[in-house]
């Protein structure tokens, strides 16, 4: 059997998965040798800069594609949500395996619950998608952006004037840390997972058959269908990382439930609409033209034409 090669970001959260990702492998596939090939994206350097002033679409993920495109891995290991909605050509997602839990975690000094923070706590978050959920529905708040991989993120709480931050359960299990520093989940109906949070995406060359066939042996086709309701919605409304943007599917008996957010960053706009179908193509299209009709369109359009600056 072939020696395959996989590309991951070098951050401890990325090995991390990237290392449980192959044991499944290899526990599916007896024998099969895999090594990594740690790669730093663009979005690893940048730190002191607000992803979304920088144009995020592709920041985790560009460096690793080009070392697909020139053979030097067989297959790339990413979180779903850092994965444009439309990959370039060539290459695929052949592989989802099981998610994580999608929610967001809320931590904060003295384990003080989100809907008990007294009038300007300030919570950090560098996500336009949390920032809006958390204004529109605690007006009473501060957001303050903060960067860094997760274990920094955690430090800063306890460092800098942070009353609580927020970040993403799937990675703090992955890490083994959530019994340690989680004061409560946020349910989707108060804080609405980023698309594809929770899910990993493997991308690999549209061409390349045994990578194809090896990585089959560990996809979830229940994850699959519900992250492609997702990124149907992502796509057609051209969400970039200025618009707070949110969307969740999962399966209702036999159909799938949709939810897909629009808000202005400031939280006073708001547009959200659930919907169900069977084919998750059309259900995330539909939902995208349902927001359109809805006025959410003037949202992303006024975003998208904003000059930003750091």
Same mark, same amino acid.
Request: proline share 4%.
């Given at each position: 059997?072939?020696?395959?090669?996989?590309?991951?970001?070098?951050?401890?959260?990325?090995?991390?998965?990237?290392? =449980?990702?192959?044991?499944?492998?290899?526990?599916?596939?007896?024998?099969? &040798?895999?090594?990594?090939?740690?790669?730093?994206?663009?979005?690893?350097?940048? @730190?002191?800069? =607000?992803?979304?002033?920088?144009?995020?679409?592709?920041?985790?993920?560009?460096? !690793?594609?080009?070392?697909?495109?020139?053979?030097?891995? $067989?297959?790339? !290991?990413?979180?779903?949500? $850092?994965?444009?909605?439309?990959?370039?050509?060539?290459?695929?997602?052949?592989? !989802?395996?099981?998610?994580?839990?999608?929610?967001?975690?809320?931590?904060?000094?003295?384990?003080?619950?989100?809907?008990?923070?007294?009038?300007?706590?300030?919570?950090?978050?560098?996500?336009?998608?949390?920032?809006?959920?958390?204004?529109?529905?605690?007006?009473?708040?501060?957001?303050?952006?903060?960067?860094?991989?997760?274990?920094?993120?955690?430090?800063?709480? &306890?460092?800098?004037?942070?009353?609580?931050?927020?970040?993403?359960?799937?990675?703090?299990?992955?890490?083994?840390?959530?019994? $340690?520093?989680?004061? &409560?989940?946020?349910?989707?109906?108060?804080?609405?997972?980023?698309?594809? =949070?929770?899910?990993?995406?493997?991308?690999?060359?549209?061409?390349?058959?045994?990578?194809?066939?090896?990585?089959?042996? @560990?996809?979830?086709?229940?994850?699959?269908?519900?992250?492609?309701?997702?990124?149907?919605?992502?796509?057609?409304?051209?969400?970039?990382?200025? @618009?707070?943007?949110?969307?969740?599917?999962?399966?209702?008996?036999?159909?799938?439930?949709?939810?897909?957010?629009?808000?202005?960053?400031?939280?006073?706009?708001?547009?959200?609409?659930?919907?169900?179908?069977?084919?998750?193509?059309?259900?995330?299209?539909?939902?995208?033209?349902?927001?359109? =009709?809805?006025?959410?369109?003037?949202?992303? &359009?006024?975003?998208?034409?904003?000059?930003?600056?750091?």
């Amino acid at each position: 059997m072939k020696k395959f090669i996989v590309g991951s970001r070098r951050s401890q959260l990325a090995l991390t998965q990237s290392k =449980q990702f192959i044991d499944l492998l290899k526990a599916k596939n007896p024998g099969v &040798e895999i090594e990594i090939k740690e790669i730093v994206t663009k979005g690893d350097k940048i @730190v002191d800069v =607000q992803l979304s002033k920088v144009g995020g679409k592709g920041l985790f993920v560009k460096e !690793i594609e080009a070392a697909l495109y020139n053979k030097e891995i $067989d297959f790339a !290991i990413h979180s779903l949500k $850092d994965v444009p909605s439309e990959l370039p050509e060539g290459l695929t997602l052949g592989c !989802i395996p099981d998610r994580e839990d999608p929610r967001d975690a809320f931590i904060s000094k003295g384990h003080i619950k989100l809907a008990d923070l007294k009038e300007g706590a300030i919570i950090g978050t560098s996500s336009l998608r949390r920032g809006a959920q958390l204004l529109n529905q605690y007006p009473h708040l501060k957001i303050e952006w903060i960067r860094g991989n997760i274990d920094t993120r955690l430090k800063k709480l &306890e460092t800098e004037n942070f009353d609580a931050i927020i970040l993403a359960a799937a990675g703090l299990n992955r890490m083994g840390w959530s019994a $340690d520093v989680v004061t &409560e989940y946020l349910d989707p109906e108060t804080m609405l997972p980023a698309i594809g =949070q929770g899910a990993l995406g493997i991308e690999c060359r549209i061409d390349d058959l045994d990578t194809l066939s090896l990585l089959a042996t @560990v996809h979830n086709s229940e994850t699959e269908i519900c992250t492609q309701a997702e990124r149907e919605f992502l796509r057609l409304m051209d969400g970039s990382c200025q @618009v707070p943007i949110a969307g969740h599917a999962n399966m209702k008996e036999d159909e799938i439930e949709f939810t897909g957010l629009i808000m202005s960053p400031d939280g006073k706009e708001k547009h959200k609409i659930t919907e169900r179908g069977i084919d998750p193509i059309q259900l995330g299209a539909k939902v995208a033209e349902s927001m359109q =009709q809805s006025g959410a369109q003037k949202i992303i &359009e006024t975003l998208n034409n904003t000059p930003q600056s750091n």
